[in-house]
């Protein structure tokens, strides 16, 4: 299943679960809430309307000065509250269910007084609320004439009366108050996910700064300590300089082997010059258990794609060696369309979660910063099966 599969299956369920109750003629609680929706459309479409106008005006008319649009950026930040009042009320007397439009600060809005008047000029969300408020005031007149003249003359049709204006209010607030589809849900994802490289980011560069200054520079300072001392014992004591050598020469070869663990943790050399099977052959033959790797790949990725899955795979394999208690492992790799998709299994005790502390829930996030899926089907005694899904990037020549 894909993103965007999941998402238009959530859409769909949202859809159906806000469908109000079928309509008849008796008068149940859910049909007082509409016919009080509709009585309290002209109060509130009056608020609205006369704060929008007043807004505009003012802002309008002093724009040939310095406050002119400080002003109307202000009151379009007021209309996104009445909105939200809207939303409020069509929620809890409509059952309608509308997401909540991203925040202004929250779609990377520069610093500036400047700019900050030009993004609130900018607010689609401000801008739909203000012709909403345009919209509702004849609105509001019609709906409080009809449902007053209605609960005297018409009321055993009162209920179909009220079902269809309000469904109507339903259409104007999921069309004119609800965020912007797509591109509003994309930039809370990418706030979201921008949020997780950098922390992801910071993390390794900590990690990659602790190891160097806990291993191969602690080794190099003995290292160089060591060969101080040899100096000055080279003319007293051969022998023991001698000796002092070799102990500094077998640091060298430790500091040596750290700088090419810690190198092959940034980015493997042989990731690079032979791609993804030789690379996930090397750190499969580390696993404590028999690992099977299979990848099934006519060409490379590009090197973004190529790193993101064999760190992935990685750390799969480190917690199956860590925690599975597995006998055989495998891991499959192949291309679907424009998806890169990985798959790997241990016949292990199971049990796996993502949040039981072995870095599952760490992994999906940053798989989900680069609009990736994962998966972890980990029943109690196993087996354990994680599929990722990730972009397939072409790889530029060069």
């Known amino acids: 299943m894909s993103v ?23 008068l149940p609680g859910h049909t007082w809430k509409e016919i009080a929706h509709l009585l309290a459309n002209l109060p509130a479409a009056l608020i609205g309307f006369i704060y929008v106008a007043f807004t505009i005006s003012v802002g309008a008319g002093l724009s040939v000065t310095v406050i002119g649009l400080p002003t109307l950026a202000l009151g379009l930040a007021g209309a996104r509250l009445i909105g939200r009042f809207e939303r409020g009320r069509a929620r809890a007397l409509l059952g309608v269910r509308v997401d909540e439009p991203s925040p202004l600060r929250g779609t990377g809005r520069p610093s ?9 000029l900018k607010d689609p969300v401000a801008w739909r609320t203000v012709l909403y408020c345009f919209i509702r005031l004849p609105w509001g007149v019609l709906t409080f004439g009809v449902v007053m003249v209605s609960l005297f003359v018409l009321w055993p049709v009162l209920p179909f009366i009220a079902r269809g204006l309000t469904n109507a209010d339903r259409a104007m ?3 004119l108050l609800s965020p912007s589809d797509e591109l509003e849900r994309r930039v809370a994802e990418l706030e979201s996910d921008r949020g997780v490289v950098v922390d992801t980011a910071a993390a390794d560069l900590r990690r990659i700064e602790r190891d160097l200054h806990d291993g191969a520079q602690a080794r190099l300072v003995a290292l160089a300590m060591g060969l101080g001392l040899a100096k000055e014992k080279l ?14 020469h077998g640091e060298v070869k430790l500091a040596l082997q750290e700088l090419r663990d810690l190198a092959r943790g940034i980015h493997p050399a042989v990731l690079t010059d032979r791609g993804l099977d030789a690379a996930l052959s090397s750190i499969a033959a580390r696993c404590t258990a028999p690992v099977r790797v299979s990848v099934d790949l006519s060409e490379r990725p590009a090197p973004a794609i190529e790193g993101i899955a064999y760190f992935t795979v990685s750390e799969l394999l ?12 495998s891991v499959e790799v192949w291309r679907s369309a424009d998806r890169l998709l990985i798959q790997v299994g241990d016949d292990g005790r199971g049990g796996a979660r993502l949040d039981g502390g072995t870095g599952m829930a760490g992994l999906a996030e940053r798989l989900g910063a ?22 397939w990037r072409e790889r530029t020549a060069g």
Do not use: C, Y
């Open 112 to 120: 500036g007084l400047v700019r900050r008047v030009v993004w609130g």
């Open 173 to 175: 607030v999921r069309g």
């Open 318 to 329: 480190q917690n199956i060696s860590k925690h599975a208690r597995a006998t055989s492992a």
């Open 235 to 248: 003319l007293e004591d051969p022998d023991a300089a001698a000796a002092m050598v070799d102990e500094a």
């Open 370 to 391: 680069v609009d990736g899926l994962f998966v972890l089907d980990s029943p109690e005694g196993g087996p354990t099966r994680v599929t990722v899904e990730v972009p």
């Open 4 to 26: 965007s599969d999941t998402t238009s299956g959530t859409a769909r369920r949202a859809a159906d679960s806000d469908r109000p109750p079928p309509v008849g003629f008796a």
